[in-house]
């Protein structure tokens, strides 16, 4: 899965030839494409914001966040190009890890084998799509062609700088869908007030190999990610931080689908859990269960692949276990059913 990215740079920099030191000039932005492999996880621009940065001229480093401003729809920055000869790396987005970078050949001088790259601050399952830069595009005039694999160098040019970003994704992607089944439907309201994605296995860094190449290969060559035995969760929706409801979202028959993303690490898909939590009306509008909470285990769904770049769909059905009367109101205890 393929997310092509064009940032715009620019640099409030004094500096000037006069003073001795090189003028930083601006880097604009080129084009924002998405070209994912598997039909693709949310393409907002919003979604990849802010992006880290490393801009390396020589072994000299230069760091900054790119940001998308929804109200003009453009990304700024505060770094400028000042070098003839740079490259460039990163990850998106800035807020999920802490980042490092080191030339990927010890001792080099630059960065033209590639780059190692440690992440840290992570965690096994999260909200964000994490994504590394593997492939840049430069031109002193605007561009739309979707960089190469591998390449990472520019040499800067007289008149205006442009640039775009190919990135890859380190993480797995699952889309859960969930919805209330038809007959029953007819009988109950269901509102989710909760779900999460919740890991028996913590991920706290991952090393991204990055070897240059002018073949067009890709050159995220090897990630390496640390991890334990801890628990770590993410909390997929929260009722209390959607300002379109008070009382959770309620179920349709068609279903609405959440995004979480995994680290693709050995064993994850035994050490899933989704946790949901939900209070059920009847049709009068009174409720008659609150806060009912349903486990389902991921552990042997033949559908789940924890792979990186690669998304599973998950269909997940609320149906009652059993429904009886009462005196007043219907009493029943749903429960979620969890399938590929």
Same mark, same amino acid.
């Given at each position: 899965?393929? *997310?092509?990215?064009?940032?715009? *740079?620019?640099? &409030? ?8 030191? *090189?003028? /930083? ?25 802010? #992006?880290?940065?490393?801009?390396? !001229? $020589? ?8 940001? %998308? ?36 050949? !010890? ?5 033209? !084998?590639?780059?190692?790259?440690? *992440?840290?601050? @992570?965690?096994?399952?999260? $909200?964000?799509?994490?994504?590394? #830069? ?18 990472? +160098?520019?040499?800067?040019?007289? $008149?205006?700088?442009?640039?775009? @970003? ?39 860094? +991952? ?29 997929? %929706? ?9 009382? $959770? @979202? +309620? @179920?349709? +028959? ?15 898909? !035994?050490?899933?859990?989704?946790? &949901?939590?939900?209070?059920? %009306? ?7 269960? /609150?806060? &009912? ?10 559908? #789940? ?16 276990? %059993?429904?009886?009367?009462?005196? /007043? ?12």
């Amino acid at each position: 899965m393929i *997310l092509m990215i064009g940032v715009m *740079l620019w640099s &409030c920099s004094e500096d000037s030839d006069q003073q001795g030191v *090189l003028r /930083e000039d601006p880097l604009y932005l080129s084009a924002m494409t998405r070209a994912p492999s598997d039909g693709g996880i949310s393409d907002a621009k919003e979604d990849h914001s802010p #992006v880290q940065i490393f801009l390396m !001229s $020589g072994t000299e480093k230069t760091e900054g966040n790119f940001v %998308y401003n929804t109200t003009t729809q453009t990304w700024v920055s505060t770094i400028g190009v000042k070098e003839d000869e740079n490259y460039i790396f990163g990850f998106s987005p800035s807020s999920a890890a802490a980042g490092t970078i080191r030339p990927l050949t !010890s001792g080099a001088s630059d960065y033209s !084998s590639g780059a190692l790259m440690t *992440l840290a601050n @992570l965690n096994a399952v999260g $909200g964000d799509d994490l994504c590394v #830069v593997v492939g840049v595009k430069y031109s002193n005039t605007p561009i739309t062609d979707i960089p190469s694999f591998g390449t990472f +160098a520019f040499v800067k040019q007289d $008149g205006n700088n442009y640039a775009s @970003l190919l990135l890859d994704h380190l993480y797995s992607a699952i889309e859960f869908k969930i919805k209330i089944g038809p007959k029953y439907g007819e009988l109950r309201d269901i509102y989710l007030k909760k779900m999460e994605l919740q890991s028996a296995k913590a991920v706290s860094q +991952a090393v991204v190999t990055l070897t240059a190449n002018t073949a067009g290969s890709p050159p995220l060559t090897d990630v390496k990610f640390t991890s334990s035995d801890n628990a770590q969760s993410n909390t997929v %929706y929260d009722y209390g931080t959607d300002a379109s409801t008070t009382t $959770g @979202l +309620a @179920l349709t +028959a068609e279903g609405t689908s959440f995004v979480s993303y995994c680290a693709p690490i050995t064993g994850i898909e !035994s050490n899933l859990k989704l946790v &949901c939590t939900y209070d059920v %009306y009847n049709k009068k509008g009174t409720k008659v269960r /609150e806060n &009912c909470v349903a486990e389902n285990s991921l552990a042997g769904l033949s559908g #789940v692949t924890i792979a990186r770049g690669k998304k599973s769909v998950i269909n997940l059905t609320v149906e009652p276990t %059993y429904l009886y009367q009462l005196s /007043e109101d219907e009493l029943d205890n749903p429960v979620i059913k969890v399938s590929e």
